[in-house]
C-alpha cells in the first residue's frame, strides 16, 4: 500500500538557518504530494504541493521538489524564522480507486529560536 | 469564506458518557474526512465520506464509534460510551472536485477529555 516516511524530529533551530525535512514515499502509479503545516492549537493547513514528476511546490519561501527517481519530495526553506515553528506532515493522495484520502508521515515538529 | 466549522471546540465528559461531534464542511465540497490525532499514534484516518456515503471507515476503532453525514453540510462522530483512551483531538476536513482540487481543508479540532 501508499506509504510516507519523513523525519520526526524534534527538531530545533536558530532564527536565519537552513531548514530540510526529508520526505520519502511508497506508492504505485504517479501520487499527488503534499506538505501541511500544523500550527500549535490549530488544524492543519495545505503548505505546498506537486502534482507530477519534477513540479516544484512553493509556498511562503518553502520549497519542496517533486522526484519521482528517487521517490522524495523534500521540504526546505533558506531561512527560518521564529513564525515557521510548527509541526510539518508530508502527506500523499494515491491514484488507485478510493483515492480521495490522503496518507500523512508521522509529521516534525520544529522549534524555531530567536 | 468559512472553513470547516467544527463543534465544541473542547469536550470534557466522564468514562461512560455519550459524547457528539459535529462537522460542516466548506460549501461545495463532497468528500469529508474525520481523523483523531494523539502524541502516541499521531494522525489517523478514522472514516471518510464522499457525496454522503460512507466510503472506508476502517480506521473506526471499535464498535462504539459512529459517523453519520445524513445531507451535505453536516456530519457527526459519535462515541458511545466513551472511554478514557479515547481522549485525543478530533479533526474533520473536507475536500472538493470544484477547480480539480484534491486539497483537504482542516477543521480547528475538537479536543475530547474523558475522565
Known amino acids: 500500500g501508499n506509504s510516507v516516511t519523513q523525519m520526526e524530529g524534534p527538531v530545533t533551530l536558530s532564527e536565519e538557518a537552513f531548514l530540510t525535512i526529508n520526505c520519502t514515499y511508497t506508492a504505485t502509479g504517479y501520487p499527488s504530494l503534499f506538505w501541511y503545516v500544523q500550527y500549535p492549537g490549530e488544524g492543519l493547513q495545505l503548505l505546498l504541493k506537486a502534482t507530477k514528476a519534477d513540479d516544484k511546490g512553493s509556498n511562503k519561501g518553502f520549497e519542496a521538489t517533486y522526484r519521482k527517481e528517487t521517490t522524495s519530495f523534500h521540504l526546505e526553506k533558506g531561512s527560518v524564522q521564529v513564525s515557521d515553528s510548527a509541526v510539518y506532515f508530508c502527506a500523499l493522495r494515491g491514484t488507485q480507486g478510493g483515492s480521495e484520502k490522503l496518507v500523512f508521515g508521522k509529521g516534525m515538529k520544529l522549534t524555531v529560536n530567536p | 469564506d468559512a472553513g470547516v466549522i467544527q463543534s465544541p471546540r473542547h469536550e470534557v465528559t466522564e468514562m461512560g458518557q455519550e459524547v457528539t461531534l459535529r462537522c460542516k464542511p466548506i460549501?461545495?465540497?463532497?468528500?469529508l474526512f474525520w481523523y483523531r490525532q494523539t502524541m502516541m499514534r499521531g494522525l489517523e484516518l478514522l472514516i471518510y465520506?464522499?457525496?454522503?456515503?460512507?466510503?472506508?471507515d476502517s480506521g473506526m476503532p471499535e464498535d462504539r464509534f459512529s459517523a453519520k453525514m445524513p445531507n451535505a453540510s453536516f456530519s457527526t462522530l459519535k462515541i458511545q460510551p466513551s472511554e478514557p483512551r479515547d481522549s485525543a483531538v478530533y479533526f474533520c476536513?473536507?475536500?472538493?472536485?470544484?477547480?480539480?482540487?484534491?486539497?483537504?481543508?482542516f477543521g480547528p479540532g475538537t479536543r475530547l477529555t474523558v475522565l
Open positions: 476536513a473536507s475536500s472538493g472536485l470544484a477547480g480539480g482540487t484534491d486539497t483537504q481543508y
Open positions: 460549501s461545495g465540497h463532497n468528500s
Open positions: 465520506f464522499n457525496n454522503n456515503v460512507p466510503i472506508d
